[in-house]
């Protein structure tokens, strides 16, 4: 429900939607690269494309839209950004109250040993780790579910010195991934998939047999 969500923000973050009203988070799971972007490609091969991962993630949620003619279907895009250039959604903390995945953050280590450092928090999902990215949000504004139960997610890294690891290989070592697999994972990203977000955006369409 979007008041979960509310509920954990200040004001300028908030869904102008009622607490009740009905949302989904929608991650895509490693076999996306195989399954949805590299189809999209060689079907849109001919045509402008700017950001391959975004608009075929735009093309799919549309899709899902169009399932549902007689509903109203809001879509809010993970890169979607406000005039005050603030996210239109933070997305961590969606897949967090959603139940998709836990969003670990300093306040879960007790014996904090940053000091003044900033430490940006990050999601774990129970099945693929670090290897999933959080896409957007699908809300049904005349849908409204008083009556939904909370799930909390799944709490994956259990001790303080995994959620240290987690978090000082997140920030301090992020391009290895190695936080990624901080737990046992039973899908990750191909080595294909890997190489293709470790290249700089601007090379990726060499990689896709595309000019830019």
Same mark, same amino acid.
């Given at each position: 429900?979007?008041?979960?969500?509310?509920? /954990?923000?200040?004001?300028?973050?908030?869904?102008?939607?009622?607490?009740?009203?009905?949302?989904?988070?929608?991650?895509?799971?490693?076999?996306?690269?195989?399954?949805?972007?590299?189809?999209?490609?060689?079907?849109?091969?001919?045509?402008?494309?700017?950001?391959? /991962?975004?608009?075929?993630?735009?093309?799919?949620?549309?899709?899902?839209?169009?399932?549902?003619?007689?509903?109203?279907?809001?879509?809010?895009?993970?890169?979607?950004?406000?005039?005050?250039?603030?996210?239109?959604?933070?997305?961590?903390?969606?897949?967090?109250?959603?139940?998709?995945?836990?969003?670990?953050?300093?306040?879960?280590?007790?014996?904090?040993?940053?000091?003044?450092?900033?430490?940006?928090?990050?999601?774990?999902?129970?099945?693929?780790?670090?290897?999933?990215?959080?896409?957007?949000?699908?809300?049904?504004?005349?849908?409204?579910?008083?009556?939904?139960?909370?799930?909390?997610?799944?709490?994956?890294?259990?001790?303080?010195?995994?959620?240290?690891?987690?978090?000082?290989?997140?920030?301090?070592?992020?391009?290895?991934?190695?936080?990624?697999?901080?737990?046992?994972?039973?899908?990750?990203?191909?080595?294909?998939?890997?190489?293709?977000?470790?290249?700089?955006?601007?090379?990726?369409?060499?990689?896709?047999?595309?000019?830019?």
């Amino acid at each position: 429900k979007v008041g979960w969500y509310n509920a /954990v923000l200040l004001p300028a973050f908030h869904l102008p939607y009622p607490d009740d009203t009905l949302a989904f988070v929608v991650l895509s799971t490693p076999s996306m690269f195989d399954k949805a972007l590299k189809p999209f490609v060689n079907k849109e091969r001919l045509q402008m494309i700017r950001d391959p /991962v975004d608009q075929c993630v735009s093309r799919h949620l549309s899709g899902v839209k169009e399932k549902f003619p007689d509903q109203k279907v809001d879509i809010i895009f993970d890169y979607e950004i406000l005039p005050s250039r603030k996210p239109r959604f933070l997305a961590q903390t969606a897949a967090h109250v959603s139940g998709a995945a836990y969003y670990y953050q300093r306040t879960d280590v007790k014996l904090d040993p940053w000091g003044e450092k900033k430490i940006y928090g990050v999601c774990v999902h129970p099945k693929y780790g670090g290897w999933f990215a959080i896409r957007g949000l699908l809300l049904f504004p005349d849908i409204q579910v008083p009556f939904l139960k909370q799930s909390p997610p799944v709490d994956c890294v259990r001790t303080e010195e995994k959620r240290i690891e987690l978090l000082e290989q997140f920030n301090f070592h992020w391009k290895d991934g190695r936080y990624r697999d901080i737990i046992e994972v039973k899908e990750a990203y191909s080595e294909e998939q890997k190489v293709y977000f470790a290249t700089p955006p601007a090379e990726r369409f060499k990689l896709l047999g595309l000019t830019q």
